[in-house]
């Protein structure tokens, strides 16, 4: 599982802000955000975001859940309740952003945390919340049922989304161009790395893709995690993508590539737009972010 904490990097959140753990001290400020939050989005709900329903929050779910918040700058903005998790998934309970800070891509970096700790997703959203409806739509969750919540007497829209496919990769940039790889019977372009086999870390599972595909032989130790991709994974009827991105190894390399690989090519951001999976050219974007690649 990932840590208890993460710093999210420039273009996934704000660089001050981490996914931790809930704390027994962040109740007021969890419930406050949850009352705004629940009164935007559900606005047909006679009393949403108080009275019986805020009670059953701080004493039931607060309690109960596996919580986790979303804080930037020593404020917490975003709010994630899992429920029941293990090796076939989890639910999320609950998952509110402060509307101030709606648009930044936190609810969906929330959904992605839950999903890189347990795989599958499944939760329940309210028919008339039509935003929300559509957020976790464009995640790739489908429909799987329908039933009245209890306490509302409104209808709930139940939504699935299987386990992100889980793989690395490797970022090696040489003159503001960045290494890619197409494999044989393929058009498509893809950075250097793989998926995992099984007992593997991340970096073990990238040290030997980089030796099979293009013959580099670099220790698992000298690979540094650099950041995390959500995504469409290309080819795979929309099932999500959760890539793990490294850097490290030797500037000056020699590929000498293995039986899958047809070619490798270093691409600049217009190349890389044109020609690489969809991951591919959101990875391009972070480098161009951090100054690595040119705009």
Same mark, same amino acid.
């Given at each position: ?17 981490? $996914? ?5 001290? @962040?109740?007021?400020?969890?419930? @406050?955000?949850?009352?705004? *939050? ?6 047909? $709900?006679?009393g ?16 109960? *859940?596996?919580?986790w ?50 795989? *599958? ?26 039933? $009245? ?29 960045? =290494? ?7 058009d498509?372009f ?23 595909? =293009?013959? =580099? ?40 590539p ?15 737009s ?8 959101q ?13």
């Amino acid at each position: 599982m990932p840590p208890a904490a993460r710093l999210f990097t420039v273009g996934e959140m704000s660089s001050h802000t981490v $996914i931790r753990r809930y704390r027994d001290a @962040d109740q007021d400020a969890v419930c @406050d955000l949850w009352s705004r *939050a629940s009164k935007q989005a559900h606005p047909f $709900i006679e009393g949403e975001g108080e009275g019986e329903r805020a009670r059953v929050l701080g004493e039931v779910h607060l309690v109960r *859940a596996e919580n986790w918040v979303a804080e930037r700058d020593g404020a917490v903005i975003g709010v994630l309740g899992l429920l029941g998790g293990d090796d076939a998934g989890v639910e999320i309970g609950g998952l509110f952003v402060a509307p101030d800070a709606q648009g930044d891509g936190i609810g969906r970096d929330l959904v992605e945390h839950a999903a890189a700790r347990y795989g *599958a997703l499944t939760l329940e959203v309210f028919e008339e919340n039509t935003r929300a409806r559509g957020f976790y739509a464009h995640l790739g969750f489908t429909e799987c049922g329908r039933r $009245i919540d209890d306490l509302s007497g409104h209808p709930l829209v139940a939504v699935e989304r299987e386990a992100p496919l889980r793989s690395v990769s490797w970022l090696h940039v040489r003159d503001g161009r960045l =290494l890619s790889v197409r494999t044989r019977g393929n058009d498509t372009f893809y950075l250097p790395g793989g998926k995992y086999e099984p007992g593997e870390t991340a970096r073990e599972a990238l040290s030997r893709e980089l030796s099979e595909e =293009l013959g =580099l032989r670099i220790p698992a130790e000298e690979l540094s995690e650099a950041f995390v991709v959500h995504d469409v994974a290309h080819g795979k009827n929309g099932r999500r993508l959760h890539m793990t991105c490294f850097t490290g190894g030797p500037r000056d390399i020699e590929p000498a590539p293995g039986r899958e690989i047809a070619e490798y090519a270093w691409f600049d951001r217009h190349e890389s737009s044109a020609r690489c999976a969809p991951a591919h050219r959101q990875v391009v974007d972070h480098l161009v972010a951090q100054g690595r690649m040119s705009a």
